[in-house]
C-alpha cells in the first residue's frame, strides 16, 4: 500500500492510533506499507510519536533534529497486549500530560490533610477515563471470536488552547457485537451500540448468573463521559 502524504498537514492522538492500528494490521497480514511525501514538520512529529514502526517512508522531507519543546507534551503511539502494560501506558500517559500543564508544580509537598498534590488532582480523571478505557478493550473487544485484538493508546497536550486529547482505539469486535442481542439497543448500526452503551448500568456483561464469571455495572463509560463533560468548566 502507498500513501501520499504531501496534503497531511495534522494528526491528532485519535487519527494517529487508527493509522497505527491500520498500519499494524496490514504489516501483519504481509502487505508492504509506504508512506510518501510527509512535509519534515508533520513528518517530525510523527517518526516521535513512534507511528512509523515497519513501515517504509520514501521522498519525505529530513527530519528536523530540534529539542522537544518542554511544553510539547506527547505520549507515543503505545500499542498494548495485556493488563500489565496497560496501567504502565495509563500512567506514564498520565504523568506526562499532566506535567505539561503551565504552572503545576511536580515538586510540591502533599496537602497535609488529604496527601494529595495538584499532579494528583490534576492526574486523577485522566488515568480513571484510560484505565477504563483500556479495560474495556481488552476484555469487551476481545469477545466473539477477536482473542487477539489489540489496543494503540496516545495523548497529546496542546498549550494554546489548554486541552488534552487522548485516543483509544482497539481492533476488536466492535460495540455492536457485544450488544446486539441487549434489551435497550433501539437499532442495528454501530452508533445506536456505541450510545446505548454510555447510557448507565448497559453491559454486555451484567448479572450472567455465574458466580465465578465476573461480572460488570455498566457504568465505566458513562462515568468517562461525565469526567470528560466536568473537565470543559
Ligand atoms: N472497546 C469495546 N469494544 C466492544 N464493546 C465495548 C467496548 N467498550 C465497551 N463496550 C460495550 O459497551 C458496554 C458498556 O461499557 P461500560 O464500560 O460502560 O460498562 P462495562 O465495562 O460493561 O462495566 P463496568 O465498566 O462498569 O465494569 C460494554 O459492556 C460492552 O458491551
Ligand atoms: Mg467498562
Same mark, same amino acid.
Given at each position: #500500500?502507498?500513501?501520499?502524504?504531501?496534503?497531511?498537514?495534522?494528526?491528532?492522538?485519535?487519527? $494517529?492510533?487508527?493509522?497505527?492500528?491500520?498500519?499494524?494490521? $496490514?504489516?501483519?497480514?504481509?502487505?508492504?506499507?509506504?508512506?510518501?511525501?510527509?512535509?519534515?514538520?508533520?513528518?517530525?512529529? $510523527?517518526?516521535? +510519536?513512534?507511528?512509523?514502526a515497519?513501515?517504509?517512508?520514501?521522498?519525505?522531507?529530513?527530519? #528536523?533534529?530540534r529539542r522537544r519543546n518542554r511544553q510539547d507534551a506527547l505520549v507515543?503511539?503505545?500499542?498494548?497486549?495485556?493488563?500489565d502494560t496497560a496501567s504502565d501506558a495509563a500512567g506514564r500517559?498520565? /504523568?506526562?500530560?499532566?506535567?505539561?500543564?503551565?504552572g503545576v508544580d511536580r515538586d510540591e509537598a502533599p496537602d497535609q490533610m488529604t496527601g494529595l498534590t495538584e499532579v494528583d488532582r490534576l492526574g486523577m480523571p485522566i488515568q480513571y477515563v484510560l484505565s477504563e478505557l483500556l479495560e474495556n478493550a481488552l476484555t469487551h473487544a476481545r469477545r466473539v471470536g477477536y482473542q487477539g485484538a489489540r489496543v494503540w493508546v496516545a495523548g497529546q497536550y496542546y498549550p494554546t488552547n489548554d486541552l488534552v486529547r487522548l485516543a483509544v482505539t482497539d481492533n476488536g469486535c466492535g460495540?455492536?457485537?457485544?450488544?446486539? /442481542?441487549?434489551?435497550?439497543?433501539?437499532?442495528?448500526t454501530h452508533r445506536d451500540a456505541i450510545?446505548?452503551? +454510555?447510557?448507565?448500568?448497559?453491559?454486555? /456483561?451484567?448479572?450472567?448468573?455465574?458466580?465465578e464469571d465476573t461480572t460488570n455495572e455498566g457504568v465505566g463509560l458513562?462515568?468517562?463521559l461525565r469526567r470528560a463533560r466536568a473537565a470543559r468548566h
Open positions: #500500500m502507498v500513501l501520499d502524504a504531501s496534503g497531511l498537514k495534522f494528526v491528532d492522538p485519535f487519527g $494517529l492510533t487508527l493509522l497505527g492500528a491500520g498500519f499494524q494490521e $496490514l504489516i501483519t497480514w504481509g502487505q508492504r506499507v509506504v508512506v510518501h511525501g510527509l512535509s519534515a514538520d508533520v513528518g517530525g512529529y $510523527l517518526r516521535r +510519536m513512534d507511528l512509523f515497519g513501515v517504509e517512508l520514501r521522498d519525505c522531507a529530513p527530519v #528536523m533534529t507515543e503511539l503505545t500499542c498494548i497486549l495485556d493488563r500517559l498520565t /504523568n506526562a500530560l499532566v506535567g505539561a500543564v503551565p460495540f455492536l457485537a457485544t450488544l446486539r /442481542n441487549h434489551p435497550d439497543l433501539r437499532g442495528e450510545l446505548t452503551a +454510555m447510557k448507565p448500568r448497559v453491559s454486555c /456483561n451484567r448479572d450472567l448468573g455465574l458466580r458513562t462515568t468517562v
